[in-house]
């Protein structure tokens, strides 16, 4: 079972507690937005066989959102941070480089 600790209320919360809510650090498209760069917004999404960022709603706790980093193949978790983070913390790259060297997503690395 999938475990995450919220970053807010510091509880280990079980995936049972938890709402997913989909790829997490999307850029939003505005009006002025190329038809392409909105086609994107909405329908395309990472799909990875390994290091994946999510969003997650702890629904059963504080409710809040947050964001989270781990292997999809694993369920390994290699953090979590609140949901305001435009890109994820150094030591959660860190953590992730030294299980997955060589790893990247979208732009981070
Ligand atoms: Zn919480």
Redesign the pocket.
Known sequence: MLTLK?P??G?D?DETDLHAGGEAHLTREGPGASDDAFEDYLFMRENPKGVHFERWR?AY????WFLAARCTTTLQVFGTYPAQTLEPPQDIKDAISAQRPGWSWGNFK
């Open positions: 919220c807010y209320c509880v919360a702890h706790g504080c409710g809040k």
